[in-house]
């Protein structure tokens, strides 16, 4: 009998060879997490790319520019260069843009989000897209058909566009805080990592688990 869940056979824990997986990521990366901050987000970026200067575009969905700002202050994004579009702080009327930051109300469809993501692509070229988070657009812990087909149009629109361009890494962040995603997006994603946040108070508060798409693990 065919196993109808192969991907939980391909999950393996990368805790000594985190450092060395992110310090490499190329492709489009999928991180599933359950309620993580941006000061986690802070840690995980000075993993990707360690050893090179690094261009980010930060499409935040949950977290406001004058957080990240203050966040920013306290936790260092060492050898990279952010640019945020904030979709939080969008609809404060008093809020200009500036040159580390442009504010946008949040897009109500899923073609709405790539005009906005494909149109900052173009003007700050960057090296890095990060995505957080993708719960905004797709629930998938109790996906139906239509859901899990917009998920992997967006995916494969996503992957066009970093073949066609400069783009080293995107990553997308979705949080499992309503449940687990029940469909892994195995066609066009290059890695998935899981990371659990554990309590603060933890040692190694964070965990990684990866999946490697089949064909590519």
């Not at 450092?19 to 000075?46: I, K, P």
């Not at 949080?175 to 040692?203: A, N, Q």
Request: net charge neutral; aromatic share 10%.
């Amino acid at each position: 009998m065919v196993d109808q869940n192969p991907q939980i056979q391909y999950w393996r824990s990368i805790q000594k060879e985190i450092n060395e997986t992110l310090g490499n990521l190329t492709g489009l990366t999928l991180v599933l997490h359950n309620s993580a901050q941006f000061s986690d987000v802070v840690s995980f970026l000075n993993k990707v790319q360690k050893n090179s200067r690094s261009k980010v575009l930060y499409f935040s969905f949950t977290t406001s520019y004058d957080h990240i700002k203050t966040t920013l202050e306290q936790c260092t994004l060492n050898g990279k260069e952010i640019h945020v579009v904030d979709m939080v702080s969008g609809f404060l009327l008093e809020i200009q843009d500036n040159i580390d930051c442009v504010f946008r109300k949040p897009p109500q469809t899923i073609e709405e989000m790539k005009m906005v993501m494909f149109k900052n692509i173009n003007r700050v070229k960057p090296d890095i897209v990060f995505v957080d988070s993708l719960l905004q657009f797709f629930n998938l812990s109790n996906p139906s058909e239509q859901d899990v087909q917009k998920m992997y149009q967006f995916f494969g629109s996503l992957k066009e566009a970093f073949m066609a361009s400069e783009i080293k890494t995107i990553i997308l962040m979705y949080d499992e805080k309503h449940g687990r995603m029940e469909k892994l997006p195995l066609i066009f994603t290059d890695l998935i990592l899981k990371m659990d946040m554990k309590s603060p108070d933890d040692e190694g508060a964070r965990s990684f688990l990866k999946h490697r798409s089949i064909g590519h693990f």
